[in-house]
């Protein structure tokens, strides 16, 4: 069975980059029936989809982040990263490493998530 | 993007329905039957409990269904349980390959 782990500073300072990785393990990351993604959840709000990427390195990005956001997949470390650059307090979140399975976009996979918190 | 619209609550006693509705637009939810809903209590991750519009992984309770009319999507949750309070949320594909997720839902068992 695919299991997702998040791993990452808990702690990032203003207009820094925030940088996670996600493990996949039980499974391979290069499968190209999935898409791997990144979501957040701000604490006590709602969830927003961050972006995705393909084994073979196509991505997309939710419009209203891409200005600041990059995903990389490590096919030979089964891992896919986020980086978000120039953060705020606003980016402060517990944040989900999911896989969608492409061809009817159901996450039926998720990490347990891990909080970042902006702050100096 | 904005997100597809939920009410921010809904309840109902044990052995009561609730229907959860999720509303978008024509460039999403209106658009394609990648319509998918996740319950999510308090602390722990998203939990998939319909996928394409109305179909239920294996190990979800019956109790669990999924439709859509137009540019709304709904959840059923019937014979309501105390262990269904969770907040619910929904999610679309949209025509810009990425997605979006629903404002969320909490569920209370009175």
């Known amino acids: 069975q695919v299991q997702l782990q998040e791993s990452g500073p808990g702690l990032v300072k203003p207009s820094q980059t925030l940088s996670l990785t996600c493990s996949v393990s039980g499974g391979s990351i290069s499968s190209g029936d999935y898409y791997w993604n990144w979501i957040r959840q701000p604490p006590g709000k709602g969830l927003e989809w961050i972006g995705n990427?393909?084994?073979?390195?196509?991505?997309f990005y939710n419009p209203s982040l891409k200005s600041r956001v990059t995903i990389s997949v490590d096919t030979s470390k089964n891992q896919f990263s986020l980086n978000l650059s120039s953060v705020t307090a606003a980016d402060t979140a517990v944040y989900y490493c999911?896989?969608?399975?492409?061809?009817?976009?159901?996450?039926?996979?998720w990490g347990q998530g891990t909080l970042v918190t902006v702050s100096s | 993007q904005s997100a597809l619209t939920q009410p921010p609550s809904v309840s109902g006693s044990p052995g009561q329905s609730v229907t959860i509705s999720c509303t978008g637009t024509n460039s999403d939810v209106g658009s394609y039957n990648r319509v998918s809903w996740y319950q999510q209590p308090p602390g722990t991750a998203p939990k998939l409990m319909i996928y394409?519009?109305?179909n239920r992984p294996s190990g979800v309770p019956d109790r669990f269904s999924g439709s859509k009319s137009g540019n709304t999507a709904s959840l059923t949750i019937s014979g309501l349980q105390a262990e269904d309070e969770a907040d619910y949320y929904c999610s679309s594909y949209t025509s810009s390959s990425t997605y979006v997720f629903g404002s969320g839902t909490k569920v209370t068992v009175l």
């Open positions: 394409a519009v109305s």
């Open positions: 990427i393909h084994y073979r390195g196509s991505t």
């Open positions: 999911a896989r969608v399975l492409n061809w009817n976009s159901r996450f039926d996979c």
